[in-house]
């Protein structure tokens, strides 16, 4: 149990030192090489053509987030005292981790797959600190975390950079009301 309490902690300190590098470099973009801001927010919302791509990433990284609250939670207790070591904990973490770096990498290619179809910048990625579109959620989030929880829970979105309407229902552009 130990040595996967060390690996996972190097892991994760490795992965928050990889954030902030990036982060880092993103800033430095920012005021190196601004963003042209082309704006699409004024034309009709159109079916998003991969939609199911999209719903697919989305529910990805949401298994991922809860693969990361499941390991910090599990770690907590077993510092803590309240879980003892047994070999289905240590089985149970191992398979968490590995949920978790499957969903990541399924979500991080797909990722790379999906782009606006405006502007044709990656939906999911964010190169910039501040995108001109991010449009905020409920819960405070924005950006490509705004669009995450809008694709996951099947909702119209936003592109972040060009302001493209998106439908993921596009039954909803057919129907009698909109004719």
Known sequence: ????????????????????????????????FPLL?????????????KAWCL?????????????????VSFLILASVGVVSNSHFLDSLGIATFAIFLSTSALSITIASIIRCTKCKRHLLSQWTEHPPFA????????????????????????CMYCGQHFLMKPEVLQSPANA
Do not use: H
């Open 1 to 32: 149990m130990k040595d996967y309490l060390i690996a996972f902690v190097i892991t994760f300190l490795g992965s928050m030192a990889a954030a902030w590098l990036s982060a880092a470099l993103a800033r430095w973009a920012n005021k190196r």
């Open 37 to 49: 801001a082309q704006s699409c927010s004024s034309d009709p919302a159109q079916a998003f053509p």
């Open 55 to 71: 719903r697919t990433a989305a529910w990805g990284i949401f298994l991922a987030w809860g693969c990361i609250v499941a390991l």
């Open 135 to 158: 449009e905020k959620t409920k819960l405070g989030v924005d950006a490509w975390a705004a669009i995450v929880l809008r694709a996951g829970m099947n909702q119209n979105f936003q």
